[in-house]
């Protein structure tokens, strides 16, 4: 097995070994299994003549951030599709297969969730999957690939197995992670919960609206990028397929189920988070209601006082009839109206205290 690492821009030359040219490229990780485990440090133009061929042979090619020369310069070694190379160089399709005369293309998404910013991060990466070789194409560095790299560094025995078997293992590791990313999103669902009855404050509840929403459009895109993949997988959980054998088409039917179990997993979240939005919404109506109530009984109490300040405002003149409000005309009748507001003042706040309305 050979692993490579290298760095800087590359040039193309026609006479110039692949292992060079990529040597000069991106970030490139080259590992290659032989019947006989043997290693190479250079993996020039008839080193992969030698490799692609062969059944015995198994080869991985890791491409992060290549150039649309880089990739073209590997295609052509490979004899990769056109439209499989154009689909590889853009980014944010959605998940698929597809078959070609000698290598199938695939797109699947790397997902993480960012618990600073509360946002769900997808990766593409893509496949060219051979007979007995894999070559995986990914713009932004992806710690699973490089743990799988390692792993297999030091135990090659999976690669026993094939090429499909080691696709098996990539796929099952970025399935493992969304398992992952939906706990972490449970988690921050029951932190909403808990917000919902906690904020009182009107800034705060808008902040929790808003964050609400936030996260339910993160689980549509989240459900967005992983429902395709389900048809991916069932593809290639097929018996018969040409490149697959049929126990490694197993392995993949085990991953759908996974992965079937993440899509039911995002959709009850979704659910629940509808159910938190409603319960915000219950909450706010109580609260509102809860002013209304307070607003209405305050008002009463001035209106009950505004009534008795309004009838001695009438100004009836109590000389033309003895009937014109004869207390006008009494020594303490300023202070006793004042008094008569009062006492009704109180008593209305002692009751709607008592009603629990205040």
């Not at 097995?1 to 490229?25: I, V």
């Not at 009950?304 to 309004?310: E, H, R």
């Amino acid at each position: 097995m050979l692993e490579n690492q290298t760095s800087g821009r590359f040039e193309p030359d026609p006479s110039q070994p692949l292992a060079d040219a990529l040597r000069t490229s991106g970030r490139v990780r080259t590992l290659v299994c032989t019947e006989t485990y043997c290693t190479s440090h250079h993996l020039d133009r008839s080193t992969i003549a030698l490799v692609v061929p062969d059944e015995f042979d198994v080869l991985w090619l890791d491409l992060e951030a290549p150039s649309i020369k880089e990739l073209q310069a590997v295609a052509d070694e490979f004899d990769f599709h056109p439209l499989a190379v154009e689909d590889a160089t853009q980014e944010h399709q959605r998940s698929k297969i597809d078959q070609y005369d000698n290598f199938y293309f695939l797109a699947l998404f790397h997902v993480t969730y960012n618990v600073t910013t509360y946002e769900v991060d997808e990766h593409e990466i893509d496949f060219f999957l051979g007979p007995n070789y894999l070559v995986t194409v990914h713009q932004s560095p992806m710690h699973d690939v490089q743990r799988i790299a390692a792993r297999l560094h030091a135990d090659l025995r999976t690669l026993n197995h094939g090429a499909s078997a080691l696709l098996y293992t990539l796929a099952d590791t970025i399935v493992d992670t969304y398992l992952t990313v939906v706990e972490q999103i449970r988690e921050r669902i029951q932190q909403l919960e808990r917000r919902v009855f906690a904020s009182q404050l009107p800034q705060f509840r808008r902040v929790l609206h808003e964050d609400i929403f936030a996260l339910r459009a993160e689980l549509l895109e989240l459900r967005y990028v992983v429902g395709p993949e389900r048809d991916v997988l069932a593809v290639l959980s097929r018996r018969g397929l040409p490149i697959l054998d049929k126990k490694t088409a197993l392995y993949f039917h085990d991953v759908a189920d996974h992965l079937q179990r993440v899509i039911e997993t995002i959709d009850v979240y979704h659910d629940m988070l509808g159910s938190v939005l409603d319960s915000y919404n219950a909450q706010s109506g109580n609260s509102l209601n809860q002013v209304m109530r307070v607003l209405t009984a305050y008002s009463i109490i001035l209106m009950s006082v505004t009534l008795i300040a309004g009838i001695y405002g009438m100004n009836f003149n109590p000389s033309v009839s003895p009937f014109n409000m004869p207390e006008l005309e009494f020594y303490f009748g300023y202070p006793l109206a004042l008094l008569s507001m009062a006492v009704l003042a109180i008593v209305l706040l002692i009751f709607f205290k008592r009603r629990g309305w205040l």
